[in-house]
């Protein structure tokens, strides 16, 4: 996915709530939040690939300062234009890897949601270090990457009831999803991912998400477990 295919979504992004937010329905991002962010409200809160910004939104009064950052020219612009009156959030058009500002650092919090998913590992090792770079030595990120597991789970259910999966698995962990390729992980595999860039887990949760968000009927997949991303809370090594 390109900053011009992101930019050309940007108006139905917020339409369609596909955000990882939004769609997390029993609010396990919001929990984790605030477990994290009374020791850290005076520090710089940072929202990696922030899309339309609603979360870093959500979020500003808990914090002194925001910023949301976005590779997409059409994201960027819908975040401003929801944040005229917001004082304490700028938002910045920039790739991630690209993005080397000596103002954004020592970042108490990073939230980085459904951003690091390109199938090449050295594209993802870049967003990994960046994240790592960016944080203060006591600062913590939240991440939501996709699961693998819950393909596999969604596809042997899908067998099961003689019906199409929506995705298809290929090999290391890629999986196409209406021809786009990204980059999913198992539990396994996103903790070997943080250790080689220098970085820890403390924790690793499941964020469950409605049947629609799959691109399936809730009616049919009625008593299957609810497809899910894991949030994984991550530090520097030291
Ligand atoms: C699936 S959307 C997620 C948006 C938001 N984090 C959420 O949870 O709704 C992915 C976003 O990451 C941005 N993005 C992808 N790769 C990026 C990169 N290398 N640098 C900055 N932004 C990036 C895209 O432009 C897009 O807005």
């Known amino acids: 996915m390109t900053p011009k295919h992101w ?9 369609h709530v596909t955000d990882a937010f939004s769609a997390d329905f029993n609010g396990v991002i919001q929990k984790a939040m605030d477990k994290l962010h009374n020791a850290r409200r005076k520090r710089l809160f940072v929202d990696f690939g922030c899309g339309s910004g609603s979360f870093v939104l959500a979020q500003a009064k808990k914090f002194d300062r925001c910023v949301g950052i976005d590779s997409s ?8 234009r929801k944040a005229r009156r917001v004082k304490n959030v700028e938002f910045v058009c920039e790739s991630i890897q690209g993005y080397d500002d000596s ?3 020592n970042a108490g919090l990073v939230a980085c949601f459904n951003v690091i998913t390109a199938t090449s590992r050295s594209v993802r090792d870049k967003v990994w270090r960046r994240i790592g770079g960016m944080l203060a030595r006591d600062g913590v990120a939240l991440v939501v ?18 019906l199409e999966p929506t995705r298809h698995m290929r090999r290391g962990g890629v999986v196409v999803t209406e021809g786009v390729s990204q980059q999913f992980f198992t539990a396994e595999s996103l903790v070997a991912e943080l250790k080689a860039n220098g970085l820890k887990s403390f924790l690793l949760e499941k ?9 399936l009927d809730g009616r049919v997949m009625r008593g299957v477990e609810y497809p899910w991303d894991w949030l994984v809370g991550v530090r520097r090594v030291k």
């Open 7 to 15: 930019t050309q979504w940007a108006q139905d992004f917020d339409n």
């Open 207 to 215: 964020v469950p998400y409605k049947w629609p968000h799959e691109g």
């Open 103 to 105: 103002r954004v650092t």
């Open 145 to 162: 990457c996709p699961s693998l597991e819950s393909v596999q789970m969604v596809t042997a259910a899908c067998k099961a009831k003689s």
């Open 73 to 80: 020219a059409g994201m960027i612009e819908l975040a401003k």
